[in-house]
């Protein structure tokens, strides 16, 4: 985007009040964020726990030999 933000899918699950809230959503970020500079087929996750802090995980995500593997594997177990 002209003012250097990126627009990046996000979910969020979170806790509140005993109460299990998520959602999935497209968000635009600013450049200096960890989320805006995850490119192709990486995916990055962000865990924060009140008693251990944040952490934040990333790595290769689905791409076509990933995603393939994995409606297989889906299929087969469907299949027996």
Excluded at 22 to 32: D, H
Aim: hydrophobic content about 40%; charged content about 20%.
């Amino acid at each position: 985007m002209k003012d250097g933000t990126r627009v990046r899918l996000i979910a969020e699950c979170r806790l509140d009040d005993g109460i299990v809230k998520a959602s999935v959503e497209p968000v635009r970020l600013p450049p200096a964020s960890g989320f805006a500079s995850t490119v192709g087929a990486a995916n990055r996750v962000r865990i924060e726990t009140a008693r251990t802090g944040v952490y934040v995980l990333s790595g290769p995500g689905a791409g076509g030999p990933e995603t393939g593997s994995a409606v297989l594997a889906d299929i087969l177990a469907v299949t027996g």
